[in-house]
């Protein structure tokens, strides 16, 4: 189990890898091409867009969850075409829905932010078909098609809306012209590779099926909710308080950290799901355990080192990255950077809930959380400003961590590697020490330094490891293995 993880992480890897890089190469172009005030209006106009892609988010979350059931009993074709409707139906009403929200409120936003929004609203209406699409792939582990077409999206909505800015001569709102293309081009191989061969036009829509997914999803769906106002409700409260400018300014800082960070993070949690579900499905409770305890100490021993890193290196970073309107987000840096490590960390936590389909209990987390958050911004925000906004929401995953292990050491009980985190932690410190030395003091900023800090990192961390012995042998073996296999039949897994 832990090797067909191993396995798919790796397959994953471009599918996180490259939209980070592409998103760092996007910061420093976008940073310098719009003021904060701009960026400010397209981050606030992302985070709407956000809140109703989460809404058809429940259809995802109930095709990973279901998808080895119905593969076990040959009822895939009616799985997924009632996935398929379900879909359509869900993502042509909620587009509605969002469009006359748009008109709604035009009078009073700024013009800008108003067309931001109907771009946004094309883009919703694509993305959300997308992501039900890479749901099935990743279900059906078809790992290297769902990575191909994450590189595709990241690579060519940038390239093309850098070609609306430049060309076509549009403003910010050119990026979401790139999305939407870049997303509708592959839509058909999307369809001819997940749904095709399954479809069937005799299958009906099963209403006790949708049911059964909606009772499951509906309580993640307000958890994710939820969980937007954890993380994203800020933006809105400095606006209002304090204008799109430090918008723009936090969105930024915002950005580059989950670009890099929460990449590495969803790399687990996109890899574990599928593995996951079916071990619980097919092999009981006990294996379920075992498979957790050690996603979490791999977790640890990429996450830790990357926050270590990153906080390390942020000033340097910054200084070559941004425009200089934005270069004074670098001091949240840290806050934001622990604060994404807590939040992956807490979802390894979710798999008793999701086990034994009590996931009202993670929406009642996320959403005191969120509650919590809410009320530290507003207190807190008008005084401090975007310092405050990443401060409390690092507070608050802590305080979300916290509640969600509380309750969920209950149902679900595994050991969690304390040995193996002390360890990691105490490794990445060293690390972080090299590091540090050596980008803020020996070597001047520039892109060359940067990476010789990471690439000496890596390899002072991986030298520790070692002397630590905190990699096992038999793991050394599967990753040498996995990655000669992979190389020699990069392509065959379709």
Same mark, same amino acid.
């Given at each position: 189990?832990?090797?067909?993880?191993?396995?798919?992480?790796?397959?994953?890897?471009?599918?996180?890898?490259?939209?980070?890089?592409?998103?760092?190469?996007?910061?420093?172009?976008?940073?310098?091409?719009?003021?904060?005030?701009? &960026?400010?209006?397209?981050?606030?106009?992302?985070?709407?867009?956000?809140?109703?892609?989460?809404?058809?988010?429940?259809?995802?979350?109930?095709?990973?969850?279901?998808?080895?059931?119905?593969?076990?009993?040959?009822?895939?074709?009616?799985?997924?075409?009632?996935?398929?409707?379900?879909?359509?139906?869900?993502?042509?009403?909620?587009?509605?829905?969002?469009?006359?929200?748009?008109?709604?409120?035009?009078?009073?936003?700024?013009?800008?932010?108003?067309?931001?929004?109907?771009? %946004?609203?094309?883009?919703?209406?694509?993305?959300?078909? &997308?992501?039900?699409?890479?749901?099935?792939?990743?279900?059906?582990?078809?790992?290297?098609?769902?990575?191909?077409?994450?590189?595709?999206?990241?690579?060519?909505?940038?390239?093309? %809306?850098?070609?609306?800015?430049?060309?076509?001569?549009?403003?910010?709102?050119?990026?979401?012209?790139?999305?939407?293309?870049?997303?509708?081009?592959?839509?058909?191989?999307?369809? /001819?590779?997940?749904?095709?061969?399954?479809?069937?036009?005799?299958?009906?829509?099963?209403?006790?099926?949708?049911?059964?997914?909606?009772? &499951?999803?509906?309580?993640?769906?307000?958890?994710?909710?939820?969980?937007?106002?954890?993380?994203?409700?800020?933006?809105?409260?400095?606006?209002?308080?304090? %204008?799109?400018?430090?918008?723009?300014?936090?969105?930024?800082?915002?950005?580059?950290? /989950?670009?890099?960070?929460?990449?590495?993070?969803?790399?687990?949690?996109?890899?574990?799901?599928?593995?996951?579900?079916?071990?619980?499905?097919?092999?009981?409770?006990?294996?379920?355990?075992?498979?957790?305890?050690?996603?979490?100490?791999?977790?640890?021993?990429?996450?830790?080192?990357?926050?270590?890193?990153?906080?390390?290196?942020?000033?340097?970073?910054?200084?070559?990255?941004?425009?200089?309107?934005?270069?004074?987000?670098?001091?949240?840096?840290?806050?934001?950077?622990?604060?994404?490590?807590?939040?992956?960390?807490?979802?390894?936590?979710?798999?008793?809930?999701?086990?034994?389909?009590?996931?009202?209990?993670?929406?009642?987390?996320?959403?005191?959380?969120?509650?919590?958050?809410?009320?530290? /911004?507003?207190?807190?925000?008008?005084?401090?400003?975007?310092?405050?906004?990443?401060?409390?929401?690092?507070?608050?995953?802590?305080?979300?961590?916290?509640?969600?292990?509380?309750?969920?050491?209950?149902?679900?009980?595994?050991?969690?590697?304390?040995?193996? *985190?002390?360890?990691?932690? *105490?490794?990445?410190?060293?690390?972080?020490?090299?590091? &540090?030395?050596?980008?803020?003091?020996?070597?001047?900023? /520039?892109?060359?330094?940067?990476?010789?800090?990471? *690439?000496?990192?890596?390899?002072?961390?991986?030298?520790?490891?070692?002397?630590?012995?905190?990699?096992?042998?038999?793991?050394?073996?599967?990753?040498?293995?996995?990655?000669?296999?992979?190389?020699?039949?990069?392509?065959?897994?379709?």
């Amino acid at each position: 189990m832990i090797k067909d993880f191993i396995n798919d992480a790796i397959k994953y890897i471009p599918a996180r890898i490259v939209p980070g890089i592409v998103g760092f190469i996007s910061i420093p172009i976008i940073t310098r091409l719009f003021p904060p005030k701009e &960026y400010g209006y397209y981050s606030l106009a992302i985070t709407t867009i956000s809140i109703f892609i989460t809404v058809t988010g429940w259809i995802s979350m109930s095709t990973i969850r279901f998808y080895p059931a119905f593969e076990r009993e040959n009822k895939v074709n009616q799985f997924l075409w009632n996935i398929f409707w379900s879909a359509i139906i869900s993502t042509f009403s909620l587009t509605v829905i969002f469009v006359i929200f748009i008109l709604f409120i035009k009078t009073y936003i700024p013009l800008q932010l108003y067309f931001l929004l109907l771009a %946004g609203a094309g883009f919703f209406a694509v993305c959300s078909i &997308y992501n039900v699409f890479l749901s099935i792939l990743s279900a059906q582990r078809k790992i290297i098609w769902f990575s191909g077409f994450s590189v595709w999206r990241s690579i060519m909505s940038l390239s093309l %809306g850098l070609l609306f800015i430049f060309i076509f001569k549009t403003n910010i709102e050119g990026l979401f012209y790139g999305m939407i293309l870049s997303i509708v081009i592959v839509l058909p191989l999307q369809w /001819n590779i997940s749904i095709k061969k399954f479809y069937t036009t005799t299958a009906q829509i099963d209403l006790s099926l949708i049911k059964k997914m909606a009772r &499951y999803s509906s309580p993640l769906v307000l958890g994710n909710m939820a969980a937007w106002i954890l993380s994203l409700s800020d933006r809105y409260v400095l606006e209002f308080i304090r %204008g799109a400018h430090e918008v723009g300014i936090y969105a930024t800082s915002y950005n580059i950290t /989950n670009r890099s960070i929460m990449l590495i993070i969803s790399l687990f949690m996109v890899a574990s799901s599928p593995i996951s579900n079916r071990i619980w499905e097919n092999e009981g409770e006990e294996k379920s355990k075992e498979f957790r305890e050690q996603i979490t100490r791999y977790y640890l021993m990429i996450c830790i080192p990357a926050v270590f890193g990153f906080i390390v290196l942020a000033k340097p970073l910054f200084s070559i990255m941004v425009g200089k309107e934005y270069l004074e987000g670098y001091k949240i840096i840290p806050f934001i950077t622990l604060g994404i490590f807590f939040l992956g960390l807490q979802n390894i936590f979710h798999a008793g809930f999701l086990f034994h389909k009590k996931t009202g209990y993670i929406t009642f987390a996320i959403g005191i959380s969120g509650a919590f958050n809410l009320f530290l /911004n507003i207190l807190f925000i008008p005084k401090f400003g975007y310092v405050a906004a990443a401060l409390t929401t690092l507070i608050s995953y802590v305080f979300l961590l916290f509640v969600i292990v509380i309750r969920s050491r209950r149902i679900f009980v595994w050991k969690f590697p304390f040995r193996s *985190l002390v360890r990691i932690s *105490l490794i990445s410190a060293i690390m972080g020490v090299c590091i &540090y030395y050596l980008s803020n003091i020996y070597l001047p900023r /520039n892109t060359l330094n940067i990476i010789i800090s990471v *690439l000496l990192g890596i390899i002072t961390y991986g030298l520790f490891l070692f002397l630590f012995k905190e990699i096992q042998p038999e793991e050394k073996e599967n990753v040498k293995n996995i990655f000669y296999k992979f190389f020699l039949r990069l392509g065959s897994d379709t």
